[in-house]
């Protein structure tokens, strides 16, 4: 079974989400997931101009301090996140690589002045990690609209969409023909 570690960054007390998280990644996914702090600084990565931390730079620092017995890594941030071309990202991670970083940030109904829900943004990180994961799989936007590898903009783009795959984009399927896990 491939192995995923989950490094919380910036994550205090969210253990709870982060066990829930690691168990839809093992039933949806079929990895074996663990948890470790991260092996480096990610204060590194925060631009005091933006007021935010660069994405690719923690995807960097991840692949760094990747285990050797490690498939996938994927960091998971409580801070807002961006790449140099956009305003902000909910994630990144690298096509048919082994590191994805997301953010809860953005993903928290309450960063919009809305009441806290924690069920929404459980179901939005779930999402956005099983996107980031498809991306290390192998796999590109997709157009469908019922498919969690289409494209969110807005984080209304999220809730739209399911937490799961399109028949064409299934890494599970593929995996038999394409071995797209090592």
Known sequence: MPRLDL???FLPGRQEMLDCLCETLNLQLGLEVRQHRPGFDAQTSFDPDRGQYNSTALLRMLLGDLPVETNYVLGVCGVDLFIPVLTYVFGEAQLSGPAAVISIHRLDPSVYGLPADEELLCERLEKEAIHELGHCFGLIHCQQPACVMRASTYVEDIDLKPA??????NPLEVTATCRIFP
């Open 164 to 169: 799961g795959f399109c028949h064409e984009c």
């Open 7 to 9: 490094v919380p960054i």
